[in-house]
């Protein structure tokens, strides 16, 4: 079994580098991403020092760099459906209007400030974190119910504090 080393490793880039980083430019159309997944792919190869035997060179090259094709494009993909989410529409704002965001904001922080700590870290687990009731119990060592008596307490003393 032939073993990975600098001079076989050299052999195997110089010999498929090109092609192979031709064939995935054919499937995306960047050259810069056709690039860098080719140098991925043989970094793979080097990092993991993968025996690549004759006959099959091409076809794990090709193996390596569609699952890393694959992987970026969904990031890419994921990236892009990010961001037309938040994108923003103009949306017409008054004066007023941004000034009673900026006093509700305030009273916001304040408020939050001011919430007692245990109700504050369940409140900023669930709305900022995302976490479920039963992720913060686990998280915190304490029962659900207490978790939901926590939440209750703390959207009370907001409603209070924010009319």
């Not at 064939?23 to 159309?29: A, N, P, Q, T």
């Not at 960047?30 to 860098?36: F, G, K, N, P």
């Not at 997944?37 to 043989?42: M, V």
């Not at 699952?67 to 961001?83: E, M, T, V």
Request: proline content about 1%; charged content about 30%.
């Amino acid at each position: 079994m032939p073993v990975l080393n600098e001079y076989s490793f050299k052999k195997l880039f110089d010999k498929y580098f090109d092609a192979l980083r031709n064939y995935i430019y054919y499937r995306c159309g960047d050259s810069e991403l056709a690039t860098d997944i080719t140098q991925e792919t043989f970094m793979k190869i080097w990092e993991k020092k993968i025996d690549v035997f004759e006959k099959k060179e091409m076809g794990l090259l090709i193996k390596i760099a569609n699952d890393l094709f694959i992987s970026a494009h969904r990031r890419i993909k994921y990236g892009q459906n990010f961001r037309n989410a938040i994108k923003l529409e103009n949306v017409d704002t008054t004066p007023e209007d941004e000034m009673t965001y900026k006093e509700i904001n305030n009273k916001y922080e304040h408020a939050l400030s001011e919430l007692n700590e245990k109700q504050r870290i369940v409140f900023l687990l669930n709305r900022v974190d995302g976490l479920k009731y039963s992720e913060i119990a686990q998280n915190l060592g304490i029962s659900v119910k207490a978790v939901e008596k926590r939440m209750s307490l703390a959207l009370d003393y907001f409603r209070k504090m924010l009319l």
